[in-house]
């Protein structure tokens, strides 16, 4: 619990690569971007990313930062996030 800007590289650190990461805080562009790019880098290939709350009223960030990195994504009804990385 507590800041992701603080608490999420400590996690990361821990950990040799990640399977699943879901994005469920702060809904900021700012923030969420921080977070999957953050992540991104331990994201194994097969890996999944998550995203609660995309839509044009929270955010779109995970669907500009999957147009980034090229990952192929899908919203579901205006609400979950998901990417593959391949």
Do not use: T
């Given at each position: 619990m507590g800041d992701s800007k603080k608490e999420l590289p400590k996690l990361l650190n821990s950990?040799?690569?990640v399977d699943?990461?879901?994005?469920d805080s702060l809904h900021t562009e700012?923030?969420?971007l921080f977070e999957l790019e953050s992540v991104f880098p331990k994201l194994r290939r097969g890996g999944?990313?998550?995203a609660d709350d995309v839509n044009e009223y929270w955010s779109l960030a995970?669907?500009?930062?999957?147009?980034?990195?090229?990952?192929?994504?899908?919203v579901f009804g205006s609400?979950?996030?998901?990417?593959?990385?391949e």
């Open positions: 950990f040799d690569v699943v990461f879901f994005h700012e923030h969420i999944y990313l998550l995970f669907v500009d930062f999957c147009k980034k990195h090229r990952l192929p994504c899908f609400q979950l996030g998901i990417a593959k990385k």
